[in-house]
């Protein structure tokens, strides 16, 4: 296992450098060479589940994720110095201070080695509000928005965030401003009457250690993506939801039903791939279940920014709108997993 483990550690240092975060690549490093001579963070990762895969779980980003957690909450301020979302810089002696943390907050790591990254991308909602916007709009009916895999349920309030979407522009906060390729949308806010997600395990950033929770997940040195988090979770604390810890399934049982008056809307971004594939199938039967039974006046939709992977294993990001009566599949954009760039179809 422990060869598995460190071969996770290689992988995400390289992911981590391709995808914008030298910092997280060089822990990813720091963490290798130490699993490998059998140091603190090798007695941390030998309490690993076997029966998880550590690639797939993201070890590595398990810890790194406990010790930004510990930055943001004020109780690491060695390491602090070294990260920029709490002012600090990369400097010398960040590994050695990363090592210590680990040696010192043991209990901490061994518990975060537990738990679930949960990356809720504030980002995907540049992807999401223009196809939210676009079924509003069909129906002319206030929304009820209700996401599964909802995380802090920070992309439940995306109507207040602001959008400049290929020159059509929304105020807000945070201003989401993607590369935009295609036709512009036309955006009209839509009138959302109840917001509510669920979650295995839903994050409730109203607390500080649930705001700490959700921002450690972004890589302490993507300055931009940490602070539309952070403009996001005071958004989130202004806006109420309702979040549940309640699997997807039971729960789109008791809520994804027509109701008069209103256009329902199941919302999911990058959370599909977790889900077991005897609840993938479950959750689709309901869906053209509930999709038959709706009518004009209570019309139904899913919006969903999920990967689509290819048989020669390539993948890419689609957002997709389906909308009953009629339960036309429409694919509405590709766009970047933390919508970055967008390529709207319509
Ligand atoms: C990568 S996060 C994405 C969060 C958010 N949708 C976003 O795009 O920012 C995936 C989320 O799905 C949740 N999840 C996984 N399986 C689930 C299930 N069966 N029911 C509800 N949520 C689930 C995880 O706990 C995690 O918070």
């Known amino acids: 296992m422990i060869d598995a483990i460190a071969d996770a550690f290689r992988f995400q240092s390289d992911a981590c450098g391709r995808l914008g975060s ?14 490998e001579a059998g140091g603190p963070l090798a007695g941390i990762v030998s309490h690993w589940d076997p029966d ?30 070294h990260y920029p979302s709490a002012g600090g810089a990369p400097g010398a002696g960040m590994e050695a201070d990363f090592l210590a943390l680990v040696s010192e907050r043991a209990d901490a790591f061994i518990a975060g080695l537990g738990e679930q990254v949960q990356t809720n991308e504030v980002g995907r909602a540049a992807v999401l509000f223009p196809g939210l916007s676009m079924a509003a709009a069909t129906t002319g009916l206030p929304v009820r928005l209700l996401e599964i895999g909802t995380a802090a349920g920070l992309n439940l309030r995306l109507d207040h965030f602001g959008y400049d979407l290929g020159g059509v ?32 395990e ?66 999911h971004s990058v959370m599909w791939q977790y889900l077991p594939d005897p609840d993938k199938a ?36 689609e957002l997709t709108l389906r909308m009953w009566p009629g339960g036309r599949r429409r694919r509405l954009a590709t766009a970047h997993p933390h919508g970055a760039w967008v390529r709207w179809r319509e």
């Open 169 to 200: 522009v929304l105020d807000g906060s945070p201003m989401l401003v993607p590369e935009w390729n295609g036709a512009a949308p036309s955006l009209v806010a839509p009138d959302i009457v109840e917001r509510r997600g669920c979650d295995l």
């Open 202 to 267: 839903p994050i409730d950033v109203v607390t500080e250690a649930g705001a700490a929770r959700a921002e450690s997940f972004v890589w302490p040195d993507m300055t931009e993506r940490f602070e539309r988090m952070a403009a996001a979770v005071a958004v989130a604390r202004k806006v109420p939801a309702r979040l549940d810890a309640v699997p997807a399934g039971e729960w789109l049982d008791e809520l994804f039903t027509p109701a008069d008056g209103a256009l329902t809307v199941l919302q």
């Open 282 to 317: 479950a959750i689709e039967a309901l869906v053209d279940e509930r999709g038959a039974r709706s009518t004009v006046s209570a019309p139904l939709a899913q919006l969903a920014f999920e990967p689509r992977f290819r048989e020669d294993g390539s993948w890419t990001f």
């Open 52 to 81: 998880l895969d550590p690639k797939k779980n993201v070890v590595a980003l398990r810890l790194l994720g406990t010790a930004h957690r510990l930055v943001l909450l004020g109780q690491a301020p060695d390491l602090a110095r």
């Open 22 to 35: 030298p910092l997280s690549a060089r822990l990813c490093d720091t963490g290798l060479a130490d699993i």
